[in-house]
């Protein structure tokens, strides 16, 4: 006792470093992995199997609050590369980090008050959260021994600094993006506004926003680099490319040395390369993006090209000059730059080379990365809307196909840019010898006078022959729809080519909305403002000037809320087009089919739609001056207006019908399979209950956001009408509910809508109710009768072989009606 009471201050204090070592808890310095019976306690920290990296709870700058994070182990400078908790702080110490049974990260206050998690879909009987030498912190099965099979990875989630071998970009298989965002100041890491993305948006290249504003763009990537990242080069501290597939794109480095480098998005909204140095035991910075003032995305505007060096930075491109002359005299560059003489692509525009350059922004472009640059120099010039072409890939002496349809804008010179082809007018071009040019003239004159002056005779007389034809045909087909409406007092305009090739800019790639089984469809402006839609006649369409005329003469004279609106109607030539209001928000099945737009259609919105569709079939079948049955009813033919308001579309197969019509027998079938009842598709036997079955599957499409004909389940191989009338019998409809819906949906609404979806589907088209019913069922909360049997009701296998076997019955591709002779 008293040699215990004689211990000096320094035994004493070995004691208690060895009591509490022996005291600590189960997860301590140098372990890696944490169980589902292990926690992470704020003190305590985690290290990564190769000790590179360290996890723990800490403090940034001057802050007082408490993050979990990860940051680099063997360095003096504690430097964190990624944060959990960013938006949700702790302001003690009681913080908890662990791992839950199914698999799901969580940090907690003390036990109990969880303020971040993660969101696994996955989860297994034995996870284990493990930190790995790449800084990755990963949650997999413990039993699991293919050591890349992660449940969750922060990896997917990065802050503001891009580790070795991270992928920055999109996953079009999982749908998901990775992309950094900056933290708000040294002492608070929750997001700024700042962020660093891949864009796969056209072509592919790294973009630096504010919001939603660019602020720097790396330009497209050209298989050595970006084509504006003049910083990037290769080099022997680390690796980096581009991974370009249908099922991803993303950006990556790998580092071939070991010296230890991180890219981080910086506060200020600066990426920047970081390499520590051991023998300073600092940090130095390696390079920065955007780098100089030419880096400012969209500083000379248009066709502006910026130089460094020169004085103003901004300058135009060869053969353009400057918009605005006055301001760009002031300083301000942003309306850019103007050719000096203007395209005029009936007489033959050409290409100049301009070389040394960043190419233009790619968000807009095509692309195609087999062709050659000659194929690609013939694809641009077919099309008057393209104005610039280029190389995608200049390894090897080139290949691939960029083309741009729109102004070209973010140009730069540089000493490594790249080779673009601008569309110039043919006189700015010198690429002939002009007295070469005018011997061969001469001496071609002289050899071919007589036959060339015989061919121009000839070809005269046939051309004003087939303009006097065409003037013919021409005058018939406008005459005859003048006549019709003259006669039906329908008092709809004929609208000259002109105005829709201006509307249009010239049926430019830009402006086009979509194609179905009429043609293409583009968008327009008028000169008075008014936004419209231009259904153009396609020279393969199986449609032609009957369903034109038809269309014409079946909704013009229709007027109803639910019903899109014509406008006008052009003839010229070869030309036949439709002009409708135009509709804001395109198509239903735009909505309806895509994951993404699904989740922005609340069942109040689609039960909006259902009944809106309801109303304006009614008004058809029962109410409109002509009686009409549609024929063609399809998810892509219900358009939206800015308000989501639906307008039933496409009345170009459309039948009018008299009081005492019951039905009609035709030919030649058309429609859309998944779409057409079991009497018209089989027998060309149809009536308003033929409308009433399409809209019966539009009902069940809305509520549960699966296509009719493309829909499988892996219990059995019925289609979406047999699914659902299955789940009906079996009281189990609410399993049919889009999950996008379950938040915002009235239970009550939405079974009674597939209720009268079944009902409108049924077989027999006796059992159907008319539309007339089925507003009245969808407004009010009386009893419904019981669904019978549906049409179609039968395993997808027999039904193709059935419909592989007639000639009889029109088919469909991606939604385009056929028409097909019976």
Same mark, same amino acid.
Request: aromatic fraction near 10%.
């Given at each position: 006792?008293?040699?215990?009471?004689?211990?000096?201050?320094?035994?004493?204090?070995?004691?208690?470093?060895?009591?509490?070592?022996?005291?600590?808890?189960?997860?301590?310095?140098?372990?890696?992995?944490?169980?589902?019976?292990?926690?992470?306690?704020?003190?305590?920290?985690?290290?990564?199997?190769?000790?590179?990296?360290?996890?723990?709870?800490?403090?940034?700058?001057?802050?007082?609050?408490?993050?979990?994070?990860?940051?680099?182990?063997?360095?003096?400078?504690?430097?964190?590369?990624?944060?959990?908790?960013?938006?949700?702080?702790?302001?003690?110490?009681?913080?908890?980090?662990?791992?839950?049974?199914?698999?799901?990260?969580?940090?907690?206050?003390?036990?109990?008050?969880?303020?971040?998690?993660?969101?696994?879909?996955?989860?297994?009987?034995?996870?284990?959260?493990?930190?790995?030498?790449?800084?990755?912190?990963?949650?997999?099965?413990?039993?699991?021994?293919?050591?890349?099979?992660?449940?969750?990875?922060?990896?997917?989630?990065? $802050? @503001?600094?891009?580790?070795?071998?991270?992928?920055?970009? %999109?996953?079009?298989?999982? /749908? #998901?993006? &990775?992309?950094?965002? +900056?933290?708000?100041?040294?002492?608070?890491?929750?997001?700024?506004?700042?962020?660093?993305?891949?864009?796969?948006?056209?072509?592919?290249?790294?973009?630096?926003?504010?919001?939603?504003?660019?602020?720097?763009?790396?330009?497209?990537?050209?298989?050595?680099?970006?084509?504006?990242?003049?910083?990037?080069?290769?080099?022997?501290?680390?690796?980096?490319?581009?991974?370009? $597939? @249908?099922?991803?794109?993303?950006?990556?480095?790998?580092? %071939?040395?070991?010296?230890? /480098? #991180?890219? &981080?998005?910086?506060? +200020?909204?600066?990426?920047?390369?970081?390499?520590?140095?051991?023998?300073?035991?600092?940090?130095?910075?390696?390079?920065?993006?955007?780098?100089?003032?030419?880096?400012?995305?969209?500083?000379?505007?248009?066709?502006?090209?910026?130089?460094?060096?020169?004085?103003?930075?901004?300058?135009?491109?060869?053969?353009?000059?400057?918009?605005?002359?006055?301001?760009?005299?002031?300083? @301000?560059?942003?309306?850019?730059?103007?050719?000096?003489?203007?395209?005029?692509?009936?007489?033959?525009?050409?290409?100049?080379?301009?070389?040394?350059?960043?190419?233009?922004?790619?968000?807009?472009?095509?692309?195609?990365?087999?062709?050659?640059?000659?194929?690609?120099?013939?694809?641009?010039?077919?099309?008057?809307?393209?104005?610039?072409?280029?190389?995608?890939?200049?390894?090897?002496?080139?290949?691939?196909?960029?083309?741009?349809?729109?102004?070209?804008?973010?140009?730069?010179?540089?000493?490594?840019?790249?080779?673009?082809?601008?569309?110039?007018?043919?006189?700015?071009?010198?690429?002939?010898?002009?007295?070469?040019?005018?011997?061969?003239?001469?001496?071609?004159?002289?050899?071919?006078?007589?036959?060339?002056?015989?061919?121009?005779?000839?070809?005269?007389?046939?051309?004003?022959?087939?303009?006097?034809?065409?003037?013919?045909?021409?005058?018939?087909?406008?005459?005859?729809?003048?006549?019709?409406?003259?006669?039906?007092?329908?008092?709809?305009?004929?609208?000259?080519?002109?105005?829709?090739?201006?509307?249009?800019?010239?049926?430019?790639?830009?402006?086009?909305?979509?194609?179905?089984?009429?043609?293409?469809?583009?968008?327009?402006?008028?000169?008075?403002?008014?936004?419209?839609?231009?259904?153009?006649?396609?020279?393969?369409?199986?449609?032609?000037?009957?369903?034109?005329?038809?269309?014409?003469?079946?909704?013009?004279?229709?007027?109803?809320?639910?019903?899109?609106?014509?406008?006008?109607?052009?003839?010229?030539?070869?030309?036949?087009?439709?002009?409708?209001?135009?509709?804001?928000?395109?198509?239903?099945?735009?909505?309806?089919?895509?994951?993404?737009?699904?989740?922005?259609?609340?069942?109040?919105?689609?039960?909006?739609?259902?009944?809106?569709?309801?109303?304006?079939?009614?008004?058809?079948?029962?109410?409109?001056?002509?009686?009409?049955?549609?024929?063609?009813?399809?998810?892509?033919?219900?358009?939206?207006?800015?308000?989501?308001?639906?307008?039933?579309?496409?009345?170009?197969?459309?039948?009018?019908?008299?009081?005492?019509?019951?039905?009609?027998?035709?030919?030649?079938?058309?429609?859309?399979?998944?779409?057409?009842?079991?009497?018209?598709?089989?027998?060309?036997?149809?009536?308003?209950?033929?409308?009433?079955?399409?809209?019966?599957?539009?009902?069940?499409?809305?509520?549960?956001?699966?296509?009719?004909?493309?829909?499988?389940?892996?219990?059995?191989?019925?289609?979406?009408?047999?699914?659902?009338?299955?789940?009906?019998?079996?009281?189990?409809?609410?399993?049919?509910?889009?999950?996008?819906?379950?938040?915002?949906?009235?239970?009550?609404?939405?079974?009674?809508?597939?209720?009268?979806?079944?009902?409108?589907?049924?077989?027999?088209?006796?059992?159907?109710?008319?539309?007339?019913?089925?507003?009245?069922?969808?407004?009010?909360?009386?009893?419904?009768?019981?669904?019978?049997?549906?049409?179609?009701?039968?395993?997808?296998?027999?039904?193709?072989?059935?419909?592989?076997?007639?000639?009889?019955?029109?088919?469909?591709?991606?939604?385009?009606?056929?028409?097909?002779?019976?």
């Amino acid at each position: 006792m008293e040699r215990m009471l004689d211990m000096s201050t320094g035994d004493l204090s070995l004691l208690i470093l060895v009591f509490s070592l022996l005291c600590s808890p189960k997860i301590s310095r140098g372990v890696d992995t944490i169980t589902t019976t292990d926690s992470l306690k704020d003190g305590q920290t985690m290290i990564s199997s190769g000790g590179n990296f360290e996890m723990g709870f800490f403090s940034p700058g001057n802050s007082k609050n408490r993050y979990l994070g990860i940051w680099y182990k063997k360095i003096s400078v504690r430097t964190a590369v990624w944060v959990a908790n960013r938006e949700t702080p702790i302001t003690n110490t009681t913080g908890i980090f662990r791992v839950t049974n199914p698999g799901i990260l969580v940090v907690s206050i003390d036990t109990n008050n969880i303020i971040w998690s993660t969101n696994s879909s996955k989860s297994v009987l034995n996870p284990i959260a493990q930190l790995l030498d790449s800084g990755n912190l990963v949650v997999r099965n413990a039993k699991d021994d293919n050591p890349g099979n992660f449940l969750w990875q922060s990896f997917h989630y990065p $802050t @503001d600094t891009l580790l070795p071998d991270m992928k920055l970009g %999109i996953d079009f298989i999982a /749908s #998901r993006e &990775v992309h950094l965002s +900056s933290w708000k100041s040294n002492d608070d890491p929750a997001a700024s506004d700042f962020t660093y993305q891949c864009d796969p948006t056209g072509y592919p290249q790294n973009i630096l926003r504010k919001g939603t504003l660019i602020q720097y763009r790396a330009g497209p990537w050209n298989g050595f680099r970006f084509s504006g990242a003049q910083n990037s080069r290769k080099n022997s501290i680390y690796e980096f490319g581009l991974v370009f $597939t @249908d099922k991803e794109v993303y950006f990556y480095y790998h580092l %071939i040395s070991s010296v230890i /480098s #991180r890219f &981080v998005l910086n506060q +200020s909204g600066v990426a920047q390369r970081w390499t520590w140095v051991d023998r300073t035991q600092e940090w130095i910075l390696y390079l920065t993006s955007p780098n100089d003032n030419c880096d400012s995305y969209d500083l000379c505007g248009p066709y502006g090209t910026c130089r460094m060096g020169n004085s103003p930075v901004c300058g135009c491109l060869d053969k353009f000059e400057p918009k605005y002359p006055r301001n760009w005299d002031m300083g @301000d560059w942003s309306s850019g730059c103007i050719r000096r003489t203007t395209l005029d692509c009936s007489n033959g525009d050409g290409f100049l080379k301009y070389s040394g350059v960043k190419l233009p922004d790619t968000r807009n472009s095509w692309y195609s990365k087999t062709m050659t640059l000659e194929e690609c120099k013939v694809i641009c010039s077919k099309n008057c809307s393209c104005m610039a072409y280029a190389n995608a890939d200049i390894r090897n002496g080139g290949s691939g196909c960029l083309l741009w349809f729109e102004d070209l804008i973010d140009i730069r010179a540089l000493t490594e840019g790249q080779d673009i082809y601008i569309r110039m007018a043919s006189s700015e071009l010198e690429t002939f010898n002009r007295k070469k040019r005018n011997i061969l003239r001469m001496i071609i004159s002289l050899l071919t006078g007589v036959i060339a002056l015989a061919l121009c005779l000839i070809l005269y007389i046939y051309i004003q022959r087939k303009k006097k034809h065409k003037r013919q045909i021409d005058g018939r087909q406008i005459q005859d729809l003048e006549d019709q409406n003259h006669k039906n007092n329908l008092e709809l305009p004929l609208v000259d080519l002109a105005t829709v090739i201006k509307a249009t800019n010239n049926y430019s790639l830009g402006n086009k909305l979509g194609e179905g089984g009429f043609g293409p469809v583009y968008k327009g402006v008028l000169e008075d403002g008014q936004e419209i839609a231009v259904k153009r006649l396609s020279d393969t369409s199986t449609q032609g000037l009957h369903e034109f005329k038809n269309e014409v003469t079946c909704i013009a004279k229709l007027q109803h809320r639910n019903l899109v609106r014509l406008l006008g109607y052009c003839i010229e030539g070869e030309e036949k087009m439709l002009i409708y209001e135009y509709m804001h928000n395109r198509s239903l099945d735009l909505f309806i089919f895509e994951q993404a737009k699904s989740m922005l259609l609340d069942w109040q919105t689609r039960f909006h739609i259902i009944n809106g569709i309801a109303r304006g079939l009614m008004y058809l079948h029962q109410d409109s001056r002509l009686r009409i049955i549609h024929r063609d009813l399809k998810a892509s033919n219900i358009l939206l207006d800015i308000n989501m308001n639906p307008k039933i579309s496409d009345f170009g197969m459309a039948r009018i019908f008299r009081e005492n019509d019951s039905g009609f027998n035709t030919k030649r079938v058309v429609g859309t399979y998944g779409y057409m009842s079991p009497e018209y598709q089989v027998d060309g036997l149809f009536s308003v209950k033929s409308d009433v079955f399409s809209y019966g599957v539009l009902v069940l499409e809305i509520v549960s956001g699966k296509r009719n004909r493309h829909f499988f389940h892996p219990d059995h191989h019925h289609n979406l009408l047999g699914h659902a009338w299955k789940l009906y019998t079996e009281d189990r409809s609410r399993e049919l509910i889009d999950e996008n819906l379950m938040k915002s949906c009235n239970l009550s609404e939405v079974l009674r809508s597939i209720h009268v979806g079944l009902l409108c589907v049924q077989w027999s088209p006796k059992d159907r109710p008319n539309m007339s019913a089925v507003v009245m069922m969808l407004s009010s909360e009386g009893i419904l009768p019981h669904a019978k049997r549906p049409g179609f009701f039968t395993e997808r296998n027999v039904l193709d072989a059935e419909c592989s076997s007639s000639s009889t019955i029109a088919s469909s591709r991606n939604d385009i009606t056929i028409l097909v002779p019976r």
